[in-house]
């Protein structure tokens, strides 16, 4: 997820934001069954079941294509459980981490505001505390007598956690300046590391000392106590001989607790620094020692645990290999890790990493990498049936109604076909890796990051990337729509009467497109000119329209994503109403018009039988609008709880995007690298 900048992958409401530009249009096939259990439903989603009582089977979430995988804040155990992803490229998340010498395993799973505990035996994960104070952490540290340290870092204060109840309190604050590494000894204090000084906080009062160099004077002079400078102290970690070490990049600085006498230990000369051993950006790194005279160290992007000897300062690499990303289980250099955070030692003989949405493990006595809780992305671009294809970010989805699914695998710049009936996947057009706009036939064609997809009915699809391409289906034939301005991965959808539909995320408008003879109109909203308020034509007012679906009704419905409302607008006179959510008010409640909530909602779909669909994306569900009520349910999902988890409905979504009413009932959803169907 680093190769646009439109990607997903910083914290909400960055990645909600994103998804909810992609477009998609529906066909207008009938859903039924997608209400949740005890909710009606018509068609499979309804139909009478054999077992048990003879009663109805629930509907379901299954994975239809791809794989499942990466981030989310689901409990569970081993590969069940999710954590959040990566921050931007070089900075992990989750990041601190530490142990409790009692077999337990804690994690500042930073985006999503919590710290979560691992039993290291099972790998079973629950969440100990949540506060909006953990989406900021970025070190833990343990004291031994049942106390957690968080640093709190943008809030620039220490927090504490009672490990037994979860309760949390500040420790100490409004000395600090950006603490993140923290370090406890066993007299009772907490060390913590901020850029520029070491600072040395008494349990029991909460004083706060400076221990080593001067907080906002920044260098790389070894020295004692003020004397000292650091330039960015982060992760730290101590031994049993009382020393404190210290990443400070791009060295590994050692404090001696007694004396505040700083040395350095080691020069960490790696991807990303420059020749000159100079930082090109701030990164995520990880320390811990495993008091044998052994010190480790991960760097974000260098894909690589490293060993240093404390007495000699030699380092040596234990697992991974500099420039193989990956998460690939194995031993020593043959292992691969992805973006990796923070680290901690059991004292007996492990080393735990965050590696982006995954904990993994090393047997350090011989190399061998484990995942011990949560899932890696599973993406790529393979073509295949079922599981065995690989998508990589598919967003914008779309039904032919003749026996097809189209997908927009963003990343992979390509678009995919997917025979609905056996799930075998093959790609139409753009081939893997290489963008560009370039028309042409087949994989001789070029896309640049495609989202939207619409269709007219006759054997045509329109994509968004930063243009409006048409493909003709039986060819493969790519060619450019142009002089359509402002569309870059814009939502759209047809009306199979030869209009095309553009929602101007940044210009605040929904545009009207006659592909015949390539006339623009804007029929609704006015350019550049933001707001919520409902009216007629160039009156009404828009903030980042998101999704697009026609009803073939004369109806068009609007996910106005930064608004958390859902719109209509009749596309003969060009009024728009709100008929669900709040303008500028987001949340999660189902309810009847304006009395629900949303979360960033983006792409639409509509079943034909007066219902609407949401990928109520910064929630993680999908929502159900009764058209003529305004009535809305979650019938898939949990708001709170992102992570796919398969199975009985509501299941659980991690970041759903793209939406299409498929045959027989059911629902299919783009969600991370895969296509999971409702039915």
């Known amino acids: 997820m680093k190769h646009s900048t439109w990607i997903v992958g910083a914290a909400p409401p960055t990645a909600a934001k994103f998804n909810a530009i992609v477009g998609l249009v529906s066909l207008g096939i009938a859903l039924a069954g997608c209400g949740g259990p005890g909710q009606p439903g018509a068609g499979d989603g309804g139909r009478a079941g054999s077992g048990g009582a003879g009663g109805p089977i629930p509907p379901t979430l299954s994975l239809f294509a791809g794989g499942i995988g990466g981030p989310g804040n689901a409990d569970g155990t081993g590969a069940a459980a999710r954590f959040s992803g990566f921050q931007d490229s070089l900075t992990a998340s989750p990041q601190g981490l ?24 099972t790998g ?7 506060t909006t104070g953990f989406d900021n952490a970025q070190g833990l540290a343990t004291d031994g007598a ?9 809030n620039s204060i220490i927090l504490k956690v009672v490990i037994a109840t979860g309760a949390v309190t500040t420790l100490a604050g409004a000395t600090f300046f950006y603490p993140r590494g923290l370090a406890c000894d066993n007299a009772g204090n907490l060390f913590v590391a901020e850029p ?4 040395k906080v008494v349990i029991a009062t909460g004083s706060v000392t400076t221990l080593a160099g001067t907080p906002g004077v920044y260098g790389r002079e070894d020295g004692t106590g003020p004397a000292a400078t650091f330039n960015f102290a982060s992760a730290m970690a101590r031994d049993n001989a009382g020393n404190l070490f210290v990443a400070d990049s791009p060295a590994i600085r050692k404090v001696v607790i007694a004396t505040g006498v700083v040395t350095t230990l080691a020069e960490i000369l790696e991807y990303p620094y420059d020749a000159s051993g100079i930082s090109t950006s701030t990164l995520s790194v990880g320390l811990s020692s495993d008091g044998l005279g052994n010190l480790f160290v991960a760097v974000a992007a260098s894909h690589m645990i490293r060993k240093v000897v404390i007495a000699t300062g030699v380092v ?25 955070g923070g680290l901690a030692n059991d004292g007996a003989g492990n080393l735990f990493v965050a590696d982006n949405t995954t904990i993994r493990k090393i047997v350090l006595a011989t190399g061998l990498v484990t995942t011990l809780a949560g899932s890696s992305r599973v993406l790529g671009s393979a073509d295949g049936t ?38 075998a996947v093959t790609t139409l057009v753009g081939t893997p890796g290489i963008p560009g706009l370039e028309d042409g036939t087949g994989a001789a064609a070029r896309l640049d990051f495609p989202v939207g997809l619409a269709s007219d009915g006759a054997g045509n699809l329109f994509v968004s990337d930063r243009k409006i391409r048409k ?45 015949a003879t390539g006339l623009v109109t804007t029929i609704a909203g006015s350019p550049g000119v933001s707001g919520s308020t409902d009216g007629m034509g160039a009156a009404a007012r828009f903030n980042g329209p998101s999704g697009l679906a026609t009803d073939g009704a004369g109806n068009l419905f609007v996910a106005d994503g930064d608004n958390h409302t859902i719109r209509r607008v009749d596309v003969a006179t060009g009024l728009v109403t709100t008929i669900a959510g709040s303008p500028g008010v987001s949340g999660s409640a189902d309810g009847t018009g304006t009395t629900a909530r949303f979360y960033w909602p983006g792409l639409l779909a509509t079943d034909g039988a007066g219902n609407l669909f949401v990928a109520d994306t910064g929630n993680s569900t999908i929502r159900k609008i009764v058209v003529a009520t305004g009535v809305v349910t979650t019938p898939v999902g949990s708001p709170g709880h992102g992570g796919v988890a398969l199975g009985p409905l509501p299941a659980g979504l991690t970041n759903p ?7 027989a009932g059911s629902l299919f959803i783009t969600d991370e690298n895969a296509i999971l169907q409702v039915r």
């Open 471 to 515: 493909v003709v289906v039986a060819t493969g034939d790519v060619t450019t729509i142009e002089g359509i301005p402002d569309v870059a991965r814009s939502a759209m959808a047809a009306d199979g009467a030869g209009n095309l539909f553009i929602a101007g995320w940044f210009n605040h408008t929904i545009r009207k497109v006659d592909v």
């Open 196 to 199: 520029g000084a070491i600072r």
């Open 124 to 130: 079973a994960v629950t969440t100990l505390a949540r």
């Open 657 to 663: 995007v793209g939406l299409a009413v498929g045959p």
């Open 316 to 340: 040596t690499t234990i697992a991974g290999s500099l420039g193989g990303s990956g998460t690939t289980d194995g031993t020593g250099t043959a292992a691969r890790f992805d973006i990796l």
């Open 386 to 423: 079922g599981t065995a294809a690989r998508f990589d970010w598919p967003t914008g989805l779309l039904n032919d109604g003749a026996g097809s699914l189209f997908v927009a695998d963003s990343r992979n710049h390509t678009i995919r076909q997917v025979d609905i009936s056996t799930g």
């Open 146 to 154: 049942g106390n957690l340290f968080v640093a709190d870092t943008l």
């Open 98 to 121: 530490a142990t409790d010498g009692a077999g337990n395993l804690f994690v500042a799973d930073t985006r999503n505001g919590a710290i979560r505990k691992i039993v290291i035996a």
